[in-house]
């Protein structure tokens, strides 16, 4: 099977560590490129945070530095749940790589731009580095399959009562991507609440090894759930829906975000009896998942010999 080229545009951030262990290593995915946001701690912080996990699993992969916020709102980090660095609970080796000499968005143009083949973009983050892509090179979006982001929720937020963080942290950016009229696949909350590593992967995780003990330590500390109640793994979900799509129930919808006010990054979603054919965006969006497959999916891949 021919690999499936992606670039990952993430906030490294716990759970986006967790995606990117398992797509590192994955024999069905290429990751062209990585590029950092500034969203659950500043830019600086995400791109070292890229950095350590390239060199943490020697891969090749260039890391490109991004947008240091949102387009419009403040920026509001959400450290309480990652740590101060972003991904606090495990001491990682000192890093002697560096990001490449471009800026995010121009490195995507470039590597999409030079592509033979439609590339899949991967926001595990807030979209602000893609929002830029679209609004200054709306070209790329010929070379570009699909987004399948981790993003939104229709059933009540994390980090208010209605707005999920990737959404919340930067809503423009999330809207202007969403009416791109690029396909987009979402993976909201209401499947990675419950895309979760429970005691059987911290069984797993406790009989030790390298990638073990870094996931251990970093998931441990984690304040995104404890493995009594289940951690959740939000940013996998992407990873997971390209290589098992057959674990999530999928509808396609017509979706919004709310742009100002106390509710901002709220995902509505209309009804489908609502819907009419004219109505865009219409998103995949994943309304449910088998949690059982997903985690044991996720112990499987983690557990791969290096
Ligand atoms: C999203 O917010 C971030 O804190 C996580 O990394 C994930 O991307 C979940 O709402
Ligand atoms: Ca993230």
Request: hydrophobic share 40%.
């Amino acid at each position: 099977m021919a690999k499936r080229s992606i670039i990952i545009d993430t906030d490294p951030g716990i759970d986006d560590a967790a995606a990117m262990a398992v797509a590192f290593r994955h024999p069905d995915l290429d990751i062209k490129l990585i590029t950092t946001v500034g969203a659950n701690v500043t830019v600086d912080k995400t791109t070292a945070n890229a950095l350590k996990l390239v060199e943490f699993f020697d891969v090749d992969i260039p890391v490109a530095m991004g947008c240091p916020g949102p387009l419009i709102k403040p920026h509001q980090p959400s450290s309480f749940i990652h740590g101060e660095s972003g991904m606090d609970g495990y001491d990682f080796p000192p890093v002697t790589r560096k990001p490449i000499d471009l800026h995010a968005v121009e490195a995507m143009r470039k590597v999409l731009m030079e592509s033979d083949e439609k590339i899949t973009l991967i926001p595990i983050g807030s979209q602000t580095n893609i929002a830029i892509l679209f609004h200054m090179y709306p070209e790329v979006k010929e070379k570009i399959d699909e987004i399948i982001c981790m993003g939104g929720s229709t059933i009540g937020g994390n980090v208010n009562s209605s707005a999920e963080f990737n959404y919340f942290c930067d809503p423009h950016a999330a809207a202007m991507v969403l009416k791109s009229g690029v396909p987009i696949t979402m993976m909201g909350l209401n499947v990675t609440n419950r895309a979760c590593a429970t005691k059987k992967t911290e069984a797993m995780l406790k009989q030790g090894g390298r990638i073990q003990d870094m996931l251990y330590g970093i998931m441990d500390f984690y304040k995104g759930g404890t493995f009594e109640e289940g951690i959740r793994l939000h940013d996998v979900c992407p990873i997971c829906y390209m290589i098992h799509p057959e674990f999530f129930t999928m509808d396609q919808r017509f979706l919004e975000v709310v742009l100002e006010g106390p509710a901002a990054g709220t995902t509505v979603m209309q009804p489908n009896m609502f819907q009419t054919d004219d109505r865009e965006p219409k998103v995949n969006y994943a309304m449910d998942v088998d949690s059982e497959a997903f985690e044991d999916w996720f112990i499987a891949e983690i557990s791969k010999p290096e």
